[in-house]
């Protein structure tokens, strides 16, 4: 079996208060940060990339989220294979948005094989 290395990986996207004009409301405008631990990637998604695949519902109700994820960690860094094991809270999207972010990172290809367990959480600022 191998071994599974939990990463402290949040992903925390934070979004400015919209305008009451309509073009804010069409386009809502958002500063996105990540913060993650462990020195374990060598790619982070954008803000815009994390921007894109937040929940549009729970976006638009300022539902805040998280989702676990299992994956592989292939040759040239990249992550295949994830299955959510939870999502909280559920029906709101959030792991099948975890599961997308994902193509954007790459992990230390020493790792290649092994699991990485990846917690992703998504929060709307107030």
């Known amino acids: 079996m191998r071994s599974v290395i939990p990463l402290c ?6 979004f ?5 004009s309509a073009q804010a409301a069409a386009e809502p405008k958002a500063a996105a940060t990540t913060t993650t631990g462990g020195g374990f990637w060598t790619q982070q ?10 929940p549009f ?3 638009f ?15 040239d860094g990249s992550l295949a294979d994830c299955d959510i094991e939870s999502e909280e809270p559920e029906g709101w999207g959030f ?3 975890a599961a997308e972010i994902t193509r954007y990172f790459r ?3 020493r790792l290649a094989g092994g ?3 990846a917690p992703v959480r998504f929060e709307v600022a107030e």
């Open 95 to 97: 792991g099948q948005a």
């Open 115 to 117: 699991y990485v367990r």
């Open 16 to 20: 400015a208060p919209m305008a009451a």
């Open 107 to 109: 992990a230390d290809p």
């Open 45 to 54: 998604p954008s803000g815009a990339d994390l921007e894109r695949h937040y």
């Open 61 to 75: 109700f300022g539902v805040r989220g998280r989702a676990v994820l299992l994956c592989v960690v292939q040759r």
């Open 57 to 59: 519902f729970a976006l």
């Open 9 to 14: 990986a949040a992903l925390a996207i934070a």
